[in-house]
């Protein structure tokens, strides 16, 4: 399966691209909120991961507002992909969408799951958006770069460099032998375990140091975290320090290990 290369377009610049998917995201996260802690049955895909009503009507809901705003831009969705395939190929520009990241701990009542969409330019992520529907936080791109909108209200994101106190994340399947492992390897003598693409927008908030993943992820999971993370003045970058890129179709859109970093 491909998506072909459309005539796109044209796109107001990218830095305001990300209040246009908070919007959408928003309204993904109002469509989730009602199934959290509401005896939600999960299915298993063929990559045995679960699926729930929630994340297929939150995908539905956020490419249909996709389609009628970026009429013929590309969408690379998680639970589309798992239904499908991944396409065999993309264009420079087209959009990566987990509509709801962290799917076991919705399903066992934790609040650490999130919406997730992200716009790719040249294999960047140049615009995104991140929505915690439990408590409606929302991390998104500006022009004047990150922010966290929060009880109405939005403040500017900047990363800071905490050397003699770093604070490390690290998944919630991590043991204690492993973040030992990763925190001497990266700087962090504490580490918090927390789940999804949260860790992502905690760093860009300034509210840890570093997350290094060594486990698989795909590109749906962390692009939209990234682009919030980058627009605060962090970096997500591969083990031979360059930052991590998008639209990997070869290999199934599934990313390299990598350190995401805050103040440097």
Same mark, same amino acid.
């Given at each position: ?14 830095? #305001?691209?990300?209040? @246009?998917?908070? #919007? ?8 989730? @909120? /009602?199934?959290?802690? +509401? ?5 298993? %895909?063929?990559?045995?991961?679960? =699926? ?5 009507? +939150? ?17 690379? &969705? ?40 992200? *716009? ?9 958006? =991140?929505?915690?529907?439990?408590? $409606? ?18 403040? $500017? ?14 998944? *919630? ?25 949260? %860790? ?11 997350? /290094? ?11 939209? $975290?990234?682009?919030?993370? #980058?627009?605060?003045?962090? +970096?997500?970058?591969?083990?031979? $320090? ?13 990313? /390299? /290990?990598?350190?995401?970093?805050? &103040?440097?």
């Amino acid at each position: 399966m491909s998506l072909p290369a459309l005539s796109l377009p044209r796109l107001a610049p990218a830095a #305001e691209e990300g209040r @246009r998917l908070a #919007e959408i995201a928003e309204e993904a996260a109002a469509l989730i @909120r /009602p199934y959290w802690r +509401a005896g939600v049955q999960a299915e298993r %895909k063929a990559d045995a991961s679960p =699926v729930t009503e929630a994340d297929r009507r +939150a995908e539905a809901l956020i490419l249909e507002r996709l389609a009628v705003i970026y009429p013929g831009v590309a969408v690379v &969705g998680e639970e589309g992909c798992a239904d499908c395939g991944t396409p065999d190929s993309v264009p420079a520009r087209f959009f990566l969408v987990d509509p709801l990241d962290g799917t076991r701990g919705f399903v066992s009542g934790s609040d650490e799951f999130t919406v997730n969409i992200a *716009l790719i330019e040249d294999g960047r992520p140049v615009a995104g958006a =991140v929505a915690t529907p439990a408590d $409606g936080r929302l991390w998104l791109t500006t022009k004047e770069g990150a922010v966290l909108r929060e009880g109405g209200r939005e403040r $500017g994101l900047t990363v800071r460099a905490r050397p003699e106190e770093a604070l490390g994340l690290v998944s *919630l399947s991590c043991g204690n032998a492993e973040a030992e492992r990763l925190g001497l390897r990266h700087g962090f003598l504490r580490w918090r375990a927390m789940n999804s693409s949260l %860790k992502l927008v905690t760093i860009a908030q300034g509210s840890a140091d570093v997350y /290094p993943r060594t486990g698989p992820t795909s590109e749906w999971d962390i692009a939209a $975290g990234q682009a919030v993370l #980058e627009a605060a003045g962090g +970096a997500v970058l591969t083990a031979d $320090g360059a930052p991590l890129l998008y639209g990997k179709a070869q290999a199934r859109f599934l990313n /390299p /290990p990598f350190t995401a970093l805050g &103040g440097r």
